[in-house]
């Protein structure tokens, strides 16, 4: 075998950041050998121009240092650096870096291939966005197709860890496809050369864990599909996408980073950071859908900290290949030795599965094995089978086929409830975000009313308060309100009266109010202006009934107005918060008119020390129950449950309830859940699960807050349970 002879270039990758201060002060200028034509693109950095070079007559890419910047060595060092590691990583799957440059003030530049294409992110959402035909077996968009783009990814990595090199931030923006179906690794800004004393002397100027910061609106900026990780001092002003990893103490993109990139843990990032990076944005090709939040920044680091990737189920609603799927996960261990040893070796995985062949973290059954080799040599497995003897033959292939089957059925069954539990999880976890949305908003209130109380009641504004005029509405169970103010009473009110102090500052909180109900609005209603908000009220497509406000005095206030005679002090929802100063949602209550089953969400107001009234809102308990429903075969029925195992919001709940109830002030005899073993389940520490109870399955999840569980039932036999 020939010897391989050593590169002549090297086989790692040498920095030297100060190189620039060395620079030849005769070397040309930007202006005279570069004939700038249009901008591309800004990052938090530089820009990138598309330039024509005078003297090759060639188009490039010119990425130019903002000016000004050069004059932060911390930001030069790592421009500067850049550009030295995509110069030396020379590889047909990396753009290719031509010169360095600088502009007559000194500021530097890169000039670079222009790459004509899309990124990976625009293929992943027109693959997702294209009719299921086009994602069939064949064609641009097909699963094998689209695995394919990252082989190329794979070997530029490969090559740049065993150069030294740690990109950091691999992402499906930071990847382009060619007009030729080529495959570039692009923007090595964050990238790391292992044992470079200079990184790591820049590692520990930054500190070992990255400050990961949120701008307060105004200047939070959202640009693009994914949310800018921002610093005070480097924000990006420009309109590229917010995927763009920030300069300063920021590395790395959330949605794709390992948890010890997240943790901060610098000394820990190695090439297996990258492979993990690999395995989240393979998920993503595989399912075309987000392994992470694509618009929460914070949500998408909380999920790179656990380690948390969505369920690998496609945009079409099917379970990824058991071979791939085992890919993922190897790929994206918690602990970076349980990874791939290295990232070829998840890239010939992958050539394996789109050959159709083994992969090496997904062991195959007997049937499957003999088949595929079958499949690769047909003659010679007719031949063995000829030559056992035709019976002998016909017992091997129906002992195979029974077994195949076998396997097929029961993965099948396994495959079935998986999807349930995949789809009562997803269901639970939106009812936990819906009902923490409202939370928030009964938070928000709450501290508008302390802010308004704790406010100087010179120059206030007592005079009597005219009740809008009411209006029957049926989601109001036909009691009478108005969408045009807020009401506000008090202990001994008479008509004309002008208001007590406390009454008149609960008048300043109505904005507050009325958000808080307009928020529980679908989008296109939320949005509107104010006439077109209030016929959606009107109609019922706000999930809150009311926001409310009741103070130790006795003094109250409501949005949507509605005649209040009750006492609020007296009432459930009062009692609860008075005891206890975090928010909690109640179980359910029928409203003082009995009109309307209702869960609330409230929290006690306190302020230096004391007690001061209570904050919050009310959900219609028949309007929460129609969004717990599931669109999927053999469905019955499903509701949240307490920790107590009674059934608080359940169709046809409100209507029973409110038939028996006598006093809207007593407790209500809520049903309990019908199965033992359910019952039992529910109290333990296990967060979800199922079970078999006659000819239902029970599937459960359990939300965090408030403390409930959802359950769904269905139809066992519909999924192969007998």
């Known amino acids: 075998m020939a010897r391989e002879l050593p590169s002549l270039k090297g086989d790692r990758v040498a920095i030297d950041v100060d190189a620039d201060s060395r620079r030849d002060a005769k070397s040309g200028d930007i202006v005279d050998r570069f004939e700038v034509q249009q901008l591309l693109g800004e990052g938090g950095m530089g820009s990138v121009f598309v330039a024509q070079d005078r003297g090759l007559g060639r188009v490039v890419a010119l990425k130019r240092l903002k000016d000004g910047l050069e004059k932060d060595q911390s930001v030069l060092r790592r421009f500067v650096l850049e550009a030295q590691i995509g110069a030396q990583l020379e590889h047909p799957n990396i753009v290719p870096l031509y010169s360095f440059e600088h502009s007559e003030a000194g500021s530097p530049a890169i000039a670079m291939q222009l790459l004509e294409g899309r990124t990976m992110t625009d293929y992943i959402n027109a693959a997702a ?10 064609g641009e968009y097909s699963l094998k197709e689209r695995i394919g783009t990252l082989l190329g990814v794979g070997e530029a990595i490969h090559f740049a860890h065993e150069r030294g090199v740690i990109h950091r931030d691999l992402k499906p923006e930071n990847v382009m496809l060619g007009r030729y179906r080529e495959v570039y690794v692009m923007d090595w800004g964050v990238a790391r050369v292992v044992g470079s004393q200079i990184d790591m002397a820049r590692d520990r100027r930054n500190g070992d864990v990255p400050v990961l910061e949120v701008p307060d609106a105004p200047e ?76 929460e920044m914070m949500v998408a680091l909380t999920q790179a900290l656990q380690n948390q990737l969505e369920p690998a189920i496609d945009v079409d609603g099917h379970a990824l290949h058991p071979a791939l799927a085992a890919i993922i996960a190897r790929a994206t261990q918690q602990n970076p030795s349980d990874r791939y040893p290295t ?23 007997l049937a499957r094995r003999f088949m595929r080799a079958a499949a690769r040599r047909p003659v010679l497995a007719f031949t063995i089978l000829s030559l056992c003897g035709f019976s002998t033959s016909v017992a091997v292939v129906a002992g195979v086929i029974v077994q195949a089957q076998r396997k097929e059925q029961h993965a099948q069954e396994l495959e079935n409830v998986r999807r349930v539990l995949v789809a009562v999880s997803t269901r639970s976890h939106d009812v936990e975000v819906e009902l923490r949305e409202l939370a928030a908003d009964a938070k928000a209130i709450a501290s508008a009313t302390i802010e308004v109380l704790e406010d100087d009641a010179r120059g206030l504004n007592r005079k009597p308060r005219v009740l809008p005029p009411l209006e029957p509405h049926d989601s109001y169970g036909g009691a009478p309100v108005s969408f045009d103010g807020t009401v506000v009473t008090w202990p001994g009110q008479k008509p004309g009266d ?31 202006n104010w006439t077109a908000q209030n016929a959606a009220l009107k109609a019922g497509r706000s999930l809150l009934l009311r926001a409310f406000v009741g103070l130790e005095d006795g003094s109250f206030t409501q949005f949507p107005a509605r005649e209040v005679t009750a006492d609020p002090r007296g009432r459930p929802w009062y009692v609860m918060a008075s005891r206890d100063p975090v928010l909690r949602w109640t179980r359910p209550v029928v409203d003082a008119t009995k009109r309307t089953l209702r869960i609330s969400a409230v929290l006690g107001l306190h302020s230096k020390g004391g007690f001061l009234g209570v904050a ?16 999927i075969p053999g469905f019955r029925r499903a509701y949240l449950v307490d920790e107590d195992g009674y059934i608080v919001v359940a169709d046809g709940l409100e209507a029973a309830m409110l038939a028996k109830v006598k006093n809207p002030d007593d407790e209500l005899d809520l049903p309990p859940v019908d199965d033992p073993a359910l019952a039992q389940r529910l109290k333990g520490k296990e967060r979800g699960g199922y079970l078999e109870s006659g000819d239902r399955l029970l599937v459960y999840s359990k939300l965090v807050s408030p403390a409930w569980t959802y359950v769904a039932e269905l139809d066992k036999a519909t999924y192969g349970r007998r």
């Open 129 to 138: 966005a294209a009719p299921r035909s086009a994602r069939a077996v064949k």
């Open 220 to 295: 939070a900026e959202v640009i693009g599909s994914l949310p800018t990780v921002v610093t005070p001092h480097a924000r990006n002003r420009s309109g590229d996408p917010a995927t763009a990893t920030q300069q300063g103490q920021v590395m790395g993109t959330p949605q794709y980073m390992p948890p010890e990139q997240a943790l901060g843990q610098i000394d820990r990032l190695g090439p297996p950071a990258d492979q993990y990076a690999l395995g989240v944005i393979l998920q993503e090709l595989a399912t075309l859908r987000p392994a992470r939040s694509h618009t």
């Open 343 to 365: 990232v070829r070796a998840m890239t010939e995985d992958l050539r394996s599965f789109t050959r159709d062949e083994a992969v090496s973290v997904y062991p195959e059954g």
């Open 498 to 528: 002008k208001l007590p102090v406390n009454a008149a500052k609960l008048a300043g909180v109505e904005r507050w109010l009325r958000e808080c109900v307009v928020d529980a609005l679908p989008k296109v209603d939320r949005t509107s």
């Open 616 to 631: 919050g809102c009310d959900m219609r308990v028949s309007l929460l129950a129609p969004k717990l429903k599931l669109d």
